[in-house]
């Protein structure tokens, strides 16, 4: 069965050091997402990804995130200088249009 | 903002028992997800409805989402230690890039 994955499932980085999260969708759809999740708290939409661009993003996704799709298969999200506050699991996920979405193990990140 | 409302925040329930988790919306939900997590892990999905009156069941847990697709609950029969952990409902409120809201969670904690 298709699945999202995504690598690593944890990353340790020192404040001020940038990040890079990868995720692999699924392969025939067309919508891609990140969310994230400090712990103990909500799921957070961060930005949606249609069509080889941002579709929309939230208050979080300020200058120092970016995402791409360098290759057509995987999807980036990219921290440029990580502050404490961004410590949390991050989520890909993927979905075709209305169907199902489905979402990645998650890539915990802990910035030190 | 859109919010998903969750209820109760969190429940202790006898081994063997029944229990009720829901998860209110103001907005007509196009699609409902639940989730299981546990804490700090990633999330397990458990099912997910989009018509209204739908029922879903797999293993001891029921879903269902009401008729005016603004509230859906979740329902475990004979709660076992395997329930415990924190259960989590998504909403597709029909925003255009078909992102998810969140509701905060319901801790779930199964007592021998």
């Known amino acids: 069965e298709p699945e999202v994955t995504q690598t690593p499932s944890h990353q340790v980085t020192q404040m001020g050091q940038e990040v890079i999260l990868r995720c692999v969708p699924i392969?025939?759809?067309?919508?891609f997402y990140w969310y994230r999740q400090i712990l103990g708290q909500k799921v957070e939409f961060l930005v949606s990804?249609?069509?080889?661009?941002?579709?929309?993003k939230s208050e979080i996704f300020d200058d120092q995130f970016s995402v791409e799709r360098p290759d057509g298969s995987n999807f980036t999200l990219k921290i440029r200088s990580t502050k404490l506050e961004d410590s949390a699991m991050y989520f890909c996920a993927s979905r075709v249009s209305y169907n199902e979405q489905f979402f990645g193990p998650g890539t915990r990140l802990t910035v030190l | 903002s859109q919010e998903l409302e969750q209820s109760p925040q969190s429940l202790i329930v006898q081994e063997g028992k029944n229990l009720t988790i829901n998860c209110t919306s103001s907005?007509?939900?196009?699609?409902l997800y639940w989730y299981k997590q546990k804490y700090g892990e990633g999330l397990i999905f458990l099912m997910m409805?989009?018509?209204g009156g739908e029922e879903k069941s797999h293993e001891k847990i029921t879903a269902k989402l009401d008729e005016k697709k603004q509230q859906s609950s979740l329902h475990i029969t004979a709660s076992q230690p395997s329930h415990a952990g924190i259960y989590l409902c998504g909403a597709d409120v029909g925003d255009s890039n078909y992102q998810l809201i969140w509701g905060a969670g319901t801790k779930l904690i199964i007592k021998p």
């Open positions: 907005k007509t939900l196009y699609g």
């Open positions: 990804f249609y069509n080889n661009e941002i579709s929309e």
């Open positions: 409805l989009q018509k």
């Open positions: 392969s025939n759809h067309l919508y």
